[in-house]
Each structure stands twice: as C-alpha cells, then as structure tokens.
C-alpha cells in the first residue's frame, strides 16, 4: 500500500467515524425529546384530571346542572382541545421541536380531563348510583378497551394509506363527534320506569 492510498483510507475511515458521531447525537436528540415529551405528557395528565374535576365541581357551586357541568366540562375542556389539537398538531410539529411537544400536550390534555367527569356523568344522567356505575364500567370498557385497540390500528392504516396528516384529521374527527355526544348529552332524558 503506497502513501497516497493509505492517505485516502484514513480520510474515509476518519469521515465515516465524524458521520457516525453526528447519527450518535442526532438519536441521542430524538430519544431524549421522546423521554421529556412522555415525561412532560404524563404529567400534563397528574394535572389536567383534577383540574377537570374542579372546574367541573365548581360549575356545580355556580348553579350549574351537574349532568351540564360535567358534560361541558368534558366536551368542551376535554374532546374540544383535543379535536383541535389533533388537525393542527401536523402542521405545528415541523415547526420546532417545543412547537411538536406544544401540540403533543395539547392533544395529550383531553382524555384526562374526559377521565375526571367520565365516572360522574352515568350517575347524573341515571340518577341511580347502582346503575350509573355499571353504565360507567361500560364505557371504560368500549371507550378504553375497544378504543385502545381501535384507535392506533385505524390511526395507522390511515396514515399508510393517506399519509400522517390525514390520521390526525381522522383522529380530530373522532374528538369532534366526543364534543357533539357531550354537549348533547344534558338535553337527554332518561325516563325510569316505576313498579
């Protein structure tokens, strides 16, 4: 091996070495990103349940209808951001990354505060605590159970047929349809029968 050819290799070697360290700290990058954005996604829900719960709670204390507090609370406070946030969350992301985790928190924000008047609407709506509770284990079960496996297959057909914008509109449309049944639900009246 002739100097010139030595020269070249070790300016390959040392080229594909420098290349190699900026992949290294590029996936360094985007696995910390993804360790603070479900860190941070995480505790937007510690947070924004309870705070569902109290401003809910405290729509009671004003008077309000507690089946309409809840029901606004969630569709309006939960399904609403979310639906927003979903459409717009493709067009956010590429901004930069504290726009993509923005967006990320956004629409991370609305099933928790679902979650805090989720067990409290079955009861308003069947004024029968027995009742409700069976109504609420039911929609865990279709909303959770169902949901949580419907939900990413679709999500990710879509976004194989159609690209990754279309699945966040199919995933807003699905939050918009949770603010329409919510805000509908307190003109719903639930007649029991007498013995």
Same mark, same amino acid.
Request: with cysteine.
């Given at each position: 091996?002739?100097?010139?050819?030595?020269?070249?290799?070790?300016?390959?070697?040392?080229?594909?070495?420098k290349?190699?360290q900026?992949?290294?700290?590029?996936?360094?990058?985007?696995?910390l990103?993804?360790?603070?954005?479900?860190?941070?996604a995480?505790?937007?829900?510690?947070?924004?349940t309870?705070?569902?719960?109290?401003?809910?709670?405290?729509?009671?204390?004003?008077?309000?209808?507690?089946?309409?507090?809840?029901?606004?609370?969630?569709?309006?406070?939960?399904?609403?951001i979310?639906?927003?946030?979903?459409?717009?969350?493709?067009?956010?992301?590429?901004?930069?990354?504290?726009?993509?985790?923005?967006?990320?928190?956004?629409?991370?924000?609305?099933?928790?505060?679902?979650?805090?008047?989720? /067990?409290?609407?079955?009861v308003?709506?069947?004024?029968?605590p027995?009742?409700?509770?069976?109504?609420?284990?039911?929609?865990?079960?279709l909303?959770?159970g169902?949901?949580?496996?419907?939900?990413?297959?679709?999500a990710?057909?879509?976004?194989?047929?159609?690209?990754?914008?279309?699945?966040?509109?199919?995933?807003?449309? /699905?939050?918009?349809?949770g603010?329409?049944?919510?805000?509908?639900?307190?003109?719903?009246?639930?007649?029991?029968?007498?013995?």
């Amino acid at each position: 091996m002739n100097r010139a050819e030595y020269e070249r290799k070790k300016r390959e070697y040392l080229a594909k070495k420098k290349r190699n360290q900026k992949i290294r700290v590029i996936l360094r990058w985007i696995v910390l990103v993804l360790v603070v954005a479900g860190i941070v996604a995480g505790l937007i829900g510690i947070a924004a349940t309870p705070i569902g719960g109290i401003i809910s709670d405290g729509l009671v204390k004003k008077g309000m209808i507690p089946l309409k507090a809840r029901a606004y609370t969630q569709g309006i406070l939960g399904f609403l951001i979310a639906a927003i946030s979903s459409f717009i969350f493709p067009f956010l992301a590429p901004v930069s990354y504290g726009a993509a985790i923005l967006g990320s928190l956004l629409c991370g924000w609305g099933v928790p505060v679902v979650n805090a008047t989720s /067990g409290a609407i079955p009861v308003d709506l069947l004024n029968d605590p027995e009742a409700g509770g069976k109504l609420f284990g039911g929609t865990i079960l279709l909303g959770i159970g169902l949901g949580g496996i419907l939900v990413p297959s679709v999500a990710v057909a879509v976004a194989e047929a159609a690209g990754w914008n279309a699945a966040f509109a199919v995933l807003a449309i /699905g939050a918009l349809v949770g603010t329409i049944i919510s805000v509908a639900l307190p003109k719903i009246r639930i007649v029991q029968e007498t013995d």
